[in-house]
């Protein structure tokens, strides 16, 4: 799959940290997991984040942007 260095729609610059959420089902409700990272790459389905030096692909339908710092 081909990765992308040009944003696509709000991702962010290379090199830029990012906070990522995604919500699960648990049996006490929703909750919601987060992890903050600097942005890599995208590919039309994956963010491509380094997460203290190790690189992570997360899906894009499951993770999605809660803040960004400029």
Request: aromatic residues 12%; charged residues 25%.
């Amino acid at each position: 799959m081909a990765t992308f260095e040009i944003p696509l729609g709000n991702a962010p610059k290379k090199g830029e940290d990012i906070h990522l959420v995604r919500w699960a089902q648990t049996d006490e409700g929703w909750c919601p997991e987060t992890v903050l990272a600097t942005y890599v790459a995208s590919t039309h389905d994956e963010w491509i984040v380094d997460t203290s030096g190790e690189q992570r692909r997360l899906r894009r339908d499951q993770w999605l942007q809660f803040a960004m710092w400029r």
